[in-house]
Every structure is written in structure tokens, then in C-alpha cells.
């Protein structure tokens, strides 16, 4: 089982930055690939970012590519999402996920099924 506890989300303003952190508890994180993913009120969760287990390859959904970053730190059991530029679409509410298949590589890292636990969710909101 893996927890995953959310923080650094905040308002800010149109072309500000944050940095999101997700801790995840358990000492099989190395071996998981990891998610964010993000719902706005009256939407459907839409994919954000992965990273693979090694941290070697990264994802992008198209709205935030070259905007967002994501990365890790096996040694702390923490992914992170840095968010700059941020835009009022960028308001959600974001969720890291963890993929619990060990060292697998999933074609299919942009969708929600592909995650077995999920994060409670932290709230972005970015004012105009």
C-alpha cells in the first residue's frame, strides 16, 4: 500500500510559479512510475505530467509542455511538479498518482486508469 499526501498548491497570480510537492510513504516508490493529473470544477481529471520509475523519461499533456516540470527524488519519496507561466486554466485541483506495477513502463501513462493510488489532491487557483 502507498500513501501519497499532496501540498504546495496556493493562488497566485496569471504568470506566477509553484512548485507542488507529492510525499509518498513505503519503500517501494523507486519502483513506481508517477503521475499529476488535475479536475477543474465541471470537468473530467485530465493528465498533467509522468515520470518514469527511473525518472529517465517524462510526459507532458500538450497545455503545459515547456510551462511545467516534473521530477524526483527516490531518496526523499517525493515527486514534484514545478508550474510556471501559470495560466487561470492552469486552476484545478491536482493529484499525484502512483502507478504500483514495479519497474514497468506504461504506454499508457496519460490515463487514470493506469494508476492504482491516488492523492487527496491539492488546490491551484491562478487569478487574472
Known amino acids: 500500500q502507498v500513501q501519497l499526501v499532496e501540498s504546495g498548491g496556493g493562488l497566485v497570480q496569471a504568470g506566477g510559479s509553484l512548485r507542488l510537492s507529492c510525499a509518498a510513504s513505503?519503500?517501494?516508490?523507486?519502483?513506481?512510475?508517477m503521475g499529476w493529473f488535475r479536475q477543474a470544477p465541471g470537468k473530467e481529471r485530465e493528465f498533467v505530467a509522468a515520470?518514469?520509475?527511473?525518472?529517465?523519461?517524462?510526459y507532458y499533456a500538450d497545455s503545459v509542455k515547456g510551462r511545467f516540470t516534473i521530477s524526483r527524488s527516490n531518496a526523499r519519496n517525493t515527486v514534484y511538479l514545478q508550474m510556471s507561466s501559470l495560466k487561470p486554466e492552469d486552476t484545478a485541483v491536482y493529484y499525484c498518482?502512483?502507478?504500483?506495477?514495479?519497474?514497468?513502463?506504461?504506454?499508457?501513462?496519460?490515463?487514470?486508469?493506469?494508476?492504482?493510488?491516488w492523492g487527496q489532491g491539492t488546490q491551484v487557483t491562478v487569478s487574472s
Open positions: 498518482a502512483a502507478d504500483g506495477r514495479p519497474y514497468y513502463s506504461s504506454g499508457s501513462y496519460y490515463r487514470h486508469g493506469e494508476y492504482d493510488y
Open positions: 513505503g519503500r517501494t516508490f523507486s519502483s513506481y512510475a
Open positions: 515520470i518514469s520509475w527511473s525518472g529517465d523519461s517524462t
